[in-house]
Nanobody, 127 residues
Framework: QVQLVESGGGLVQAGGSLRLSCAAS????????MGWFRQALGKEREFVAV????????YYADSVKGRFTISRDNAKNTVYLQMNSLKPEDTAVYYC????????????????????WGQGTQVTVSS
């Protein structure tokens, strides 16, 4: 397993941008696909984006496609989520995740069986 710590959340106006970071500890970071989920108040945790171990393959939820970009730096054991054109409906706690599953399986991953979760970071978008 890897330990994950998110940062970069905050309050932003609609149309603004934020960049989330997720720092991982452990020597096996490059073995994992890395991704982001989010959970709004009273809702289930939903898939946002994932990137494979090399950074060559990414998947996005339709709701964020074209606005969010996931990337990773294996030398720094860090994954990023650049969020542009933010909307009030993007308001949620954002969680970083690590799992060895193929990226195509991430949207349907059993949340209880994900290898590692971060503690979450709050993103609030005001209208």
């Amino acid at each position: 397993q890897v330990q994950l710590v998110e940062s970069g959340g905050g309050l932003v106006q609609a149309g603004g941008s934020l960049r989330l970071s997720c720092a991982a500890s452990g020597r096996t970071f490059s073995s994992y696909a890395m991704g982001w989920f989010r959970q709004a108040l009273g809702k289930e945790r939903e898939f946002v984006a994932v990137i494979n171990w090399s950074g060559g393959t990414t998947y996005y939820a339709d709701s964020v496609k074209g606005r969010f970009t996931i990337s990773r730096d294996n030398a720094k054991n860090t994954v990023y989520l650049q969020m542009n054109s933010l909307k009030p409906e993007d308001t949620a706690v954002y969680y970083c995740a690590a799992d060895v599953s193929h990226v195509s399986r991430w949207p349907a991953l059993d949340r209880k069986r994900v290898d590692s979760w971060g503690q979450g970071t709050q993103v609030t978008v005001s209208s």
